[in-house]
Nanobody, 115 residues
């Protein structure tokens, strides 16, 4: 079992920055993919950024050039640096991990961008 706990969300003004963290614990040994998703009210959950097989990074077109995903293996933590935030970035951000055919989700952290 793997546990994921997100932190770092909050309310920020347009153009501001936030850094989300996802602390991973439990039996983490062979991660196939880890990433961040978000879900705005009334919309489907969407992929924001992911790291595949430890090196391949993908971003949603809407966040390219503004967001950066990274990981710290020593701390078992995944990060999402978000810059130049816009109102459309508002939503609940979820950490996600795929390992050996199993998928794990965190509880989510709210990000609100106010204009």
């Amino acid at each position: 079992q793997v546990q994921l706990v997100e932190s770092g969300g909050g309310t920020v003004q347009v153009g501001g920055s936030l850094r989300l963290s996802c602390a991973m614990s439990g039996t983490v040994f062979s991660i196939n993919r880890m990433g961040w998703y978000r879900q705005a009210t009334g919309k489907q959950r969407e992929l924001v950024a992911s790291i595949i097989n430890g090196w391949q990074i993908k971003y949603a077109d809407s966040v390219k050039g503004r967001f950066a995903i990274s990981g710290d293996n020593a701390k078992n933590t995944l990060y999402l640096q978000m810059n130049s935030l816009a109102p459309e970035d508002t939503g609940v951000y979820y950490c996600n991990l795929d390992q050996e055919g199993d998928t794990y989700w965190g509880q989510g952290t709210q990000v609100t961008v106010s204009s």
